[in-house]
Structures are given as C-alpha cells and as structure tokens.
C-alpha cells in the first residue's frame, strides 16, 4: 500500500517563502505531483517529479529525493491569493491512479 | 469541450435513492478517474479507466458503487440506495497516459448531499 504524509495546516506571512512538505511510502515509486486547492473548487496540477532534485516553475517550487521518500513544495514571494490547500499524490510502478495525501491548508496573513 | 465537465453540480437526494453523476472528460485524453472528497479530508480513489482496458475497480468502497464510460468519452457513476455516510464532493479528472509527467485535469465536482 501507500501512505503520504503532509502537515494539516500552515501559516505564514505575504511576501514571505514557505516550505510544504511530503513524506511518502510507496512500493515502486513512479512520480510524485502537487496539486493547489482552492475552497470549494477542483484541484489544479501544480508540478511532478519523477527524478531527485530540483524542479523550478515561477514563484513555485518543487523538491524530491527518492531515497528519503521526501518531497516539498516551496512557495516563494506569497500573495494572499496562495491561501488554498496544497496536495501531494505519489503513482506507483504499474499502476495509473494517484494515491493522495490529505493536503495541507496553508494560510497566508497581511 | 476545453475542460472537464460534471453534472449535476449539486445534488441533493434522500437516503435510500439512487443517484448519477456524470463526467465529460476533454476530448482526447484517455483516461479517466473518480475521486471522492469527504469535508475537510483528502482524495480518495474510486475508479479509473483507461481505452479498452478492463477498469481499475479498486476503489469502489461497497457494492452500491459502479461507474461506466463509454469508449473515451463520457463516464457516469452510479451510486445505488443512498446513504449519509456517501455525502461529499465527487471530482472526475482525466489525463493523457501517453504523457507520463502530465498531471489530472479535474472536473469541478458533483456536491452530494444525501439527507
């Protein structure tokens, strides 16, 4: 089975950086993406990684390491419109469906 | 159509009755999920179909759930004799297979109330 671990809630500050992060167990890793909720509406894909490192896309962010079942999601330079649940989901080799964290609410403050 | 598109986009039904929701996935992409949402929980995997394939059944949480698609276009899913446990969003997505790094396009959701 999987199982994915993100904190529930987080706050911070506008113009500031934050760091979501992800932990995973999976069987066969096969990539891990981020997705942004806003309240009351559908999720949006954010980002994947599928190889350790880096990847970089605007103001956002995100990190993987394989072999620490390690992902985060940075945040740079925070507007208010960042308030919003942000969700990691893992694909495991050989299977399509992603399996779903349980998101963490982030809260950004004047 | 340029997204995924849901319907109803709120349904409220009594215990017992049984309800369809619908899916209309974007033209092209192969395959098609359900997720179910819970208030204040994450995602939770239902079903997933891809082409001809058999479906991935897995998530189904009970017997009173089933879902179809026809080829690759639109999905239904079923939920039979309504409980209030079965309250919450359900998302439809779809996605391009054949593109390993591209992420679920969701749908804005079914809110099912079951009262």
């Known amino acids: 089975g999987q199982n994915i671990d993100q904190p529930t809630e987080m706050t911070a500050t506008e113009g500031a950086i934050v760091q979501i992060n992800c932990t995973y167990q999976?069987?066969?890793?096969?990539?891990l993406f981020w997705y942004q909720q806003h309240a009351g509406e559908a999720p949006t894909f954010l980002s994947y990684?599928?190889?350790?490192g880096l990847e970089e896309k605007g103001r956002f962010s995100s990190f993987l390491s394989r072999s620490k079942g390690y992902s985060y999601l940075l945040l740079k330079e925070l507007q208010m419109k960042d308030s919003a649940s942000y969700l990691c989901?893992?694909?495991?080799?050989?299977?399509?469906?992603?399996?779903f964290g349980t998101g963490t609410r982030l809260l950004v403050s004047p | 159509g340029a997204g995924v598109s849901q319907s109803p986009s709120n349904k409220v039904t009594e215990k017992g009755k049984d309800v369809e929701l619908r899916c209309d996935p974007i033209?092209?992409?192969?395959?098609l999920y359900w997720y179910r949402q819970r208030l204040g929980q994450g995602l939770e995997f239902l079903i997933y179909?891809?082409?001809?394939?058999?479906?991935?059944k897995s998530g189904l949480p009970s017997d009173r759930f089933s879902a179809e698609r026809t080829g690759e276009s639109v999905s239904t899913l079923t939920i039979q004799r309504t409980q209030q446990e079965d309250s919450a969003v359900y998302l439809c997505?779809?996605?391009?297979?054949?593109?390993?790094?591209?992420?679920?396009?969701f749908g804005s959701g079914t809110r099912l109330t079951v009262v």
């Open positions: 997505a779809s996605s391009l297979e054949s593109v390993r790094g591209y992420g679920y396009t």
């Open positions: 999976t069987s066969g890793f096969n990539g």
């Open positions: 990684n599928v190889l350790d």
């Open positions: 989901a893992v694909r495991s080799m050989g299977f399509q469906k992603l399996v």
């Open positions: 033209s092209g992409h192969t395959a």
């Open positions: 179909f891809q082409g001809n394939s058999a479906p991935d």
